[in-house]
């Protein structure tokens, strides 16, 4: 499977991305994959050197929530913190945007999931610059004063931040679940189908969709602009829920394997000398 086709290193036309590939067994892989994962990350601790970042975003219902239970199942619990980011709290906007999300990045030896992330800021606000006032921002006084400079702006303050964070040992995965708009409404009727998924609804789900178009040219634009080495989108086709779950673990697992310094810490020679004395000594009590 050549993985790489999914990772954006050129501008990209989210209209001609697949939105639908069918994996063979992709749930019987996904078990083997995880579970690799989470050996990994056992490593990952141990090391001490790296934190992994993973970013999620995707149109309502492209299956975030379902991918992070599934992909990180055998995880120590532990070793993984998920964030899920919502309007910003009162004391959140008190601070610059990218506070909230500064600090709530993974530890080193952890990963981290930031379900919805940092990229709201260039998606949701870019549709709706009305909510940036709500941001008091110096001079930004008015909605008119939000312009093609201050988006400019903000991508640069963005890949400034992933760079940052990068050159610390973070590494980096940010997804787009490439979700059809057919897709979408399918299971959308499914929510307001099954009684037990009816409080994933919300009406508000509706307008959101009649503006797909605009989201779509923000998404893309988004992702063209902030695809870096040390930083890469991939753009995962979405429609196959076990399908996509299965290809961002193996990115994840392909990729940290890559990295060779990544091992457990030998232990001090005194330790390793005495390593039988240790044992006599346990085994006597």
């Known amino acids: 499977m050549q993985l790489d086709q999914y990772k954006v290193t050129a501008n990209i036309s989210l209209t001609k991305s697949q939105t639908k590939v ?25 090391h001490g050197k790296y934190s992994v970042l993973i970013c999620l975003q995707g149109m309502d219902t492209a299956g975030k929530d379902s991918l992070i239970r599934e992909v ?9 913190v998920v964030h899920s980011f919502k309007v910003p709290t009162e004391l959140e906007l008190k601070h610059d945007y990218l506070w909230r999300h500064y600090i709530a990045l993974p530890a080193r ?12 800021n260039v998606l949701v606000t870019r549709v709706h610059p009305g909510y940036i006032m709500s941001e008091n921002i110096p001079g930004v006084n008015a ?6 400079s201050f988006w400019n702006q903000r991508f640069e303050q963005i890949n400034n931040f992933e760079k940052h964070i990068a ?3 973070t590494i980096i995965f940010k997804f787009f679940l490439n979700l059809s708009k057919e897709e979408q409404k399918n299971r959308l009727l499914r929510r ?24 779509q040219t923000c998404y893309e634009d988004a992702i063209n602009r902030t695809s870096k080495p040390h930083a890469p989108w991939y753009t995962i086709p979405a429609d196959d829920k076990p399908s996509a779950r299965y290809l961002v673990a193996k990115i994840m697992f392909d990729t940290i394997s890559a990295y060779t310094d990544i091992k457990e810490p030998e232990l001090d020679d005194d330790i390793k000398a005495n390593i039988e004395l240790y044992k006599q000594e346990l085994n006597n009590e």
């Open 109 to 120: 030896g952890k990963f981290g999931v930031f379900n919805r992330t940092h990229y709201e």
């Open 72 to 80: 990180f199942k055998d995880f120590n619990a532990r070793g993984v």
């Open 192 to 215: 307001l189908r099954k009684q037990e998924k009816n409080w994933k609804f919300s009406p508000g789900d509706l307008k959101e969709r009649k503006l797909w178009d605009k989201y």
């Open 143 to 148: 909605v008119d004063d939000i312009n093609e």
């Open 167 to 169: 050159e610390n040992g």
């Open 22 to 46: 069918v994996i063979d067994d992709a749930e019987k892989e996904l078990k083997k994959v995880r579970k690799q994962l989470g050996k990994l990350q056992d490593t990952l601790y141990a």
